[in-house]
């Protein structure tokens, strides 16, 4: 890749070298400049843990939150100014554990926002313990017995909750990755994308080489428009399949608020008006 | 003669019975034509936390001059159900006025029977019965029929002309009723009108300070219903649209404040509406505030706690929340209004001073607050812009410059060409993660010298009183009204009060009043005088007497001038 507007003159990545979120990084980077979005009206959204701070190795505007609170000031940066792309990308525990009442709530709200969800099933940042994806009978410092809860599938999740765009994808493969992040930023509602991802470093049961024999991708039959489809494509867990799973085009959370429903200018942009303020006063009056 | 009554100069009236009865439809009906009439009215109520039966009441005072406070004297009762009598019973005297249906309230006591059910069957539905409550209640005030059937007009026009007619008719029996009793017993309400009443503002706790946000420049609000805060809620809800606000439910008030805080970074106004245990869910977003530097104005009202406490009652118990909340150090402020008038100034000052200092902004208020409600003679005016303090960006941007007072220019995406990034990690001047230990600290002073110069914007306290006073009475937010009309009452020159709508940071020049007082006596809805306590972590003044109240209902005019 060439060199493009969204890269820093300098900065030191605190990743392990063979992170799979190097990856997801390029891939980003790559994906927003193709699509020439510009880097005036593309924010970052990210919560913490190790996937959140890719948005500190790009050069843009970024929100760098709260763990678990991403999802909540990107569906008000989407609110207060929808003429903003905005991108929320952070890893597996702050997304399904620490935020998973705002990843439910987000979903029915459908805001014209692209969530990618770096799913490593371990939480790295903390150094190793289970994260909701983990598989059953993963051990850890913590879970030394292995994990005995059921593994959080946010794709079927999703689904259930008639989201607008869900796909998985495996950072491994690149362009199959590419093509469905384009996708799903281009698509207008709210778009999940998880992304398979090793952890190098805490994971050594879901490796590169363990994504690479335990996915497929899905073909041409797969209609994404088939609900009930989708979600028994979510549920496989022998082989798990990679691809955009369900696609629900409907009305956008942002457009359909009282504040724009007369008048569509960022409410971030509107002048102050005191006039509407003194009619309702002077109906206090009567 | 035990009916004869002589009211003069001011009735409080008390309306009780259970959730869903009504109460609310003769109060609504019954403040209308009064204020219509030209009688100075206030409103406050105090109810159970369910949504039928139980024991709720509301006192109306009517008066030829304001009289916004609580009193425990009730003239005129007006009981809807037995339940209600015993409710009230430690309130009512040998002077109370009980007015009701007698045969269904079975008391011993005696009571101005009015055969309410009978004559709204006749008129055709029960249900008609609170409205010949209130024409009746208007009657005593002996309210010309104009301004009766124009306030029915406007509460019952839009559900249609057959249920307008029958309202009317009811109203005007209600008078009717009312001028009978009163040659028949002997009942006289000498209460002088002021025609000016009539064109003023009437005006509730949550619609100051949802109006006072809007005048504050507020263009996003999210929040979680709570009682008492949701009146803002719904009243920014309902007018969303003409006011230009976005307003969503969040899921949980920790989403909540981290949308208005997300709305803050992308050039948003934005307000939280919550109490006590909805707030302490955002006591991390709080702290995310401090870290980025990002304004925020939160709504507080306060009800008793600890947990879910006591849900529709009142307390001034969460002063020392809001003023510790949120982990690590960084600054603050925290208005208090007492009046509805501040309510709407100190909403729309929080925005100011949040937008100015890039820090988060309390308006701490209370039950009390925000369920009361008068006709207020100037209301402030709206004012003609809410300032900006939004910068444009180049090239070189860094959302964290070091500058001398510690505010950076603060940048919103896709205005200037800069980029900007904020880092809830400790960051450098660009919002990029660092560790390092100069620039750490470098930081941190930079968020603290924040707090040195807020005072330079401190609203003062306001001075009831002459020079030379012996005893100073210390209140702050909603305890306002009732000291102010307990002082009046007492009428000692040598006793003066300090109303603090600013509670924190408190201005140096307090300690000047403070020390002149032989005795001073501070206010507070709460156990432990939080406030108290505040004046003397910031100034070293240990007040010398509390006056506290915390069992989840508000000072009474009466009880503060026994006790002050």
Known sequence: MGKTVFDLEKCDIAWCPGCGNYGILNLVKEVVSELALDPQKLVFVSGIGQAAKLPQYLKCHYYNGLHGRALSPAVAIKMTNPELTVIVTSGDGDMYGEGGNHFLHTIRRNPNITNLVHNNMVYGLTKGQASPTSEKGFKTPVQVDGVILEPFNPLAVAIALDASFVARVFIGFREHAKEIIKKAILHKGYALVDIFQPCVTFNKINTYQWFRENTYLLDDSHDPRDRTRAFQKAIENKKMPLGIFFVNEKAVFEEQLAAYKQDRTPVCQRAFQPEPIEAIIKKLKE | ?564
């Open chain 2, 1 to 564: 003669m035990a009916l004869a009554h002589s009211f003069k100069n001011e009735v409080s009236i008390v309306l009780a019975g259970e959730a869903g009865q009504g109460i609310q439809t003769i109060e609504t009906i019954l403040t209308q034509i009064l204020k219509r009439a030209g009688f100075h009215v206030f409103g406050t109520k105090e109810y159970m936390s369910r949504v039928r039966g139980g024991s709720n009441s509301t006192e109306i005072r009517v008066a030829a001059s304001p009289v916004p406070a609580f009193i425990d004297r009730i003239d005129l009762c007006v009981p809807l159900d037995p339940k209600a009598l015993a409710h009230l019973e430690h309130r009512l005297t040998e002077q109370t006025l009980i007015v009701g249906e007698a045969q269904a309230l079975q008391s011993s006591r005696e009571i101005l029977d009015i055969p309410l059910t009978k004559l709204a069957t006749t008129i055709g539905d029960p249900i008609f019965a609170n409205t010949i409550a209130a024409g009746f209640l208007a009657g005593l005030f002996n309210v010309e029929s104009g301004p009766v059937l124009e306030a029915i007009t406007k509460i019952f026009a839009k559900k249609g002309e057959e249920i307008l007619g029958k309202n009317r008719q009811a109203a005007l029996e209600g008078i009717r009723l009312a001028q009978e009793a009163c040659t028949a017993h002997s009942i006289h309400l000498e209460i002088k009108k002021c025609p000016s009443v009539a064109g003023q503002v009437i005006i509730q706790g949550y619609e100051a300070i949802a109006l006072g946000a809007a005048a504050g420049g507020c263009r996003f609000l999210a929040s979680y219903p709570m009682s008492p805060s949701t009146g803002v809620l719904t009243f920014l809800a309902q007018h969303a649209a003409q006011l230009g606000i976005v307003v969503e439910q969040a899921e949980d008030e920790i989403a909540a404040i981290n949308m208005g805080l997300g709305s803050w970074y992308a050039g948003g106004r934005a307000m939280v509406t919550t109490s006590g245990g909805g707030f302490a869910l955002m006591a991390e977003g709080l702290s995310l505030a401090g870290a980025i530097e990002s304004p925020m104005v939160i709504h507080l009202a306060q009800r008793p706690g600890p947990a879910t406490g006591l849900p529709t009652r009142t307390e001034q118990g969460d002063l020392e929340l809001a003023l510790y909340a949120g982990h690590g150090e960084f600054p603050r402020i925290i208005l208090a209004p007492g009046t509805l008038q501040d309510a709407f100034l100190c909403a729309s000052r929080a925005f100011f001073l949040a937008d100015k200092y890039q820090v988060p902004v309390f308006i701490l208020t209370d039950q009390c607050l925000m369920d009361s409600y008068y006709n207020v003679k100037e209301f402030p005016e709206v004012p003609k812009e809410a300032p900006s303090f939004v910068a444009k960006t180049n090239l070189d941007y860094a959302r964290y410059r070091l500058t001398e007072g510690g505010i950076s220019p603060r940048g919103i995406p896709g205005f200037g060409e800069g980029i900007v990034c904020v880092d809830s990690d400790e960051h450098d001047e660009g919002g990029y993660i660092t560790e390092d230990a100069n620039v750490r600290a470098a930081m941190v002073d930079k968020r603290l010298k924040k707090q040195k110069i807020l005072p330079e914007d401190s609203m003062a306290p306001e001075f009831y009183g002459t020079g030379g006073y012996q005893k100073l009475v210390l209140g702050w937010g909603s305890n306002f009204h009732a000291i102010r009309e307990a002082l009046c009452r007492k009428g000692e020159k040598d006793t003066a009060f300090l109303y603090f709508k600013q509670v924190y940071p408190l201005p140096e020049k307090i300690l000047e009043y403070l020390r002149k007082a032989k005795e001073v006596i501070c206010v507070e809805n709460n156990a432990t005088g939080q406030f108290a306590r505040l004046i003397r972590r910031e100034t070293g003044f240990e007040v010398h007497r509390k006056i506290l109240k915390y069992n989840g209902l508000p000072f009474s005019v009466e009880e503060l001038a026994q006790k002050i």
